[in-house]
């Protein structure tokens, strides 16, 4: 089988940006019948510097006469030619790899998977799509099982992990990679070769003859050895493979028999040791979009408040965040309960502070307001965690005295449990001033959130206490807010909370008037409500 990637030189200024693409075309329509697989590089329709005002309508002006070129190498080569460039994918334009056949139909197609941060804005790209869970595809033209990797997405060992568990023959990589040096690209491919157990065929593009930076389109096998590498130069990259669907064997430990080396690796792999992925994982703090509405306590009207199945049963309905309260025990061990004292939530008595948390274990959390929870023990945070990590945003309710300095190590002990269960991005401290002191000082890099507390004289200077302990939010207190409060907040760049609402005429309301998060003890009901206020804005932005 002959495989073929195309290195066209890149275009620093437009004029030479299409040059490039007119290489491109030229060297898709020299191509003969001897060829079997024809990758181009990424962006193939822009390969240079355009403006971001000028890189999409540049990409489309040149994508009918790249695409017709394409296609007859396909039909003309009776080949698999592989596409990369910036290709409209319903009512936006995507990064995307897009497989032809040898009859020239669209086989299937590969959007880029991580996006360098700048890239929506230069190129005119959407990103949307990777909010959502999008596995590694394998296309399968003429038997021969491809897999894709664009430019930034070589970075990311935890998807090309996934990619090598889906068992591809060859792995086309279409990239620029323009800063990174040729020795790297060189190291970085010939291990996603070995991790794949697949051939390597990258496309990239030249970037000058002295240049030691991008370039390097290659070909490389399956355990990892360079098999062609065309450096800086322009053309074709083009080889004889015997068999694209040879792999690597190596023995199964020393002195075992022959096992495929993805095999090798897949059978010793403890999923439970890493960071939590897959179609589980939500956006974090940072990304997930508003309005959202927050499970207060949990879906607390169909389980026992602070409870796993509360916080469960959100989570599977969607929930953008779930709030929790957070004590600590005698023996300082940190739990989710809310209140002080034990008699509203349990069939203990006392002060939870009291407690250690071997006693708290022998009492009933569920029996008390939820007979079918009868068994229910207390819950740690580290339970909460290790269960939904970065499933959904945590806004965590730390609970203290007011006036009373906080606790560090309290605050520490809870910043430790989420770098453990890597949910720091996902969570945010709220809290009274004295709490949010202590979370300034020892974990700033953990979203802050101000409590408006009870409705006492300060009740409208939760604006102010935001500002100054540097929150990232401020939740309020719903018999005592004002649009002007509201305003304000968004004034100074601060998410508002608002605590709460059960009432889907008074949660529209919020809505309304900007509020952005709204804690509801009827999670579903209140979800719909800002379902429908999403889809109606959504509709009238249409017209």
């Not at 936006?92 to 032809?100: E, H, I, K, L």
């Not at 880029?112 to 590694?136: D, F, W």
């Not at 965040?321 to 008595?349: C, K, M, Q, W, Y």
């Not at 009432?503 to 999670?523: R, S």
Request: proline share 5%; with cysteine.
């Amino acid at each position: 089988m002959k495989i073929c990637a195309i290195q066209p030189p890149y275009g620093f200024n437009r004029k030479e940006t299409e040059k490039s693409v007119e290489f491109l075309i030229k060297e898709l329509d020299s191509c003969d019948e001897s060829f079997d697989l024809i990758l181009t590089p990424e962006y193939s329709n822009s390969p240079g510097t355009l403006s971001p005002e000028e890189a999409l309508s540049f990409s489309i002006a040149h994508t009918e006469k790249l695409e017709e070129a394409a296609v007859n190498a396909a039909k003309r080569c009776k080949s698999i030619v592989a596409l990369s460039a910036c290709l409209k994918v319903g009512d936006s334009y995507r990064n995307t790899t897009r497989v032809y056949n040898s009859d020239g139909r669209i086989a299937g197609e590969y959007y880029k998977q991580q996006l360098v941060l700048r890239e929506g804005a230069e190129h005119g790209v959407t990103h949307s799509y990777t909010a959502n869970y999008n596995p590694p595809p394998i296309i399968t033209v003429n038997g021969i099982r491809l897999g894709f990797l664009i430019c930034y997405d070589t970075y990311f060992d935890e998807y090309i992990a996934h990619l090598a568990y889906k068992k591809p023959d060859v792995v086309l990589v279409s990239s620029f990679q323009r800063g990174e040096d040729m020795d790297i690209l060189r190291t970085m491919n010939k291990l996603l070769a070995f991790r794949c157990n697949a051939y390597v065929l990258r496309a990239s593009v030249s970037m000058g003859e002295t240049s030691t930076k991008g370039g390097t389109s290659l070909i490389v096998d399956p355990k990892g050895k360079i098999l062609k590498d065309m450096g800086q130069k322009t053309g074709k990259l083009v080889m004889e493979i015997e068999d694209i669907h040879d792999k690597n064997y190596r023995t199964d430990s020393y002195g075992g028999s022959l096992i495929s080396n993805t095999d090798f690796i897949e059978q010793g792999r403890t999923p439970s040791s890493y960071r939590a992925c897959g179609s589980c994982v939500r956006q974090d703090d940072k990304k997930m979009p508003y309005p959202r509405i927050c499970a207060h306590r949990g879906f607390k009207t169909i389980a026992p408040e602070n409870s796993l199945p509360a916080f469960g049963a959100a989570i599977a309905l969607g929930a953008d965040e779930i709030e929790f309260d957070v004590r600590f025990t005698s023996d300082a061990v940190p739990i989710s309960i809310h209140d002080p004292v034990l008699e509203r939530v349990s069939n203990g008595v006392g002060r939870v502070e009291e407690k250690t948390y071997e006693e708290l274990l022998k009492l009933d959390f569920g029996a008390k307001n939820a007979e079918p929870f009868r068994g229910l023990k207390i819950l740690k945070v580290e339970e909460i965690l290790a269960k939904f990590p970065r499933q959904t945003v945590l806004n965590i309710h730390i609970k203290s005295e007011i006036g009373k300095p906080y606790p560090e190590e309290n605050i520490q002990k809870i910043a430790d449990l989420l770098e453990k269960y890597d949910c720091t991005a996902y969570a945010y401290f709220m809290g009274e001033p004295e709490v949010l002191e202590a979370a300034l000082k020892v974990a700033p890099q953990i979203h802050r959130c101000m409590s408006a507390g009870s409705c006492d004289e300060t009740k409208y200077a939760i604006v102010e206490r935001a500002i100054k302990w540097k929150c990232h939010k401020v939740q309020f207190y719903k018999p005592c807010i004002t649009q002007e409060m509201v305003d304000k907040a968004h004034a100074n760049n601060l998410i508002c909370n608002v605590f709460w609402s059960d009432d889907p005429v008074e949660a529209e309301n919020y809505l309304k008037m900007g509020m952005d998060t709204i804690l509801t003890n009827d999670y579903f009901r209140i979800a719909q409500i800002r379902d429908a206020f999403i889809k109606g804005k959504n509709e009238k932005n249409s017209y």
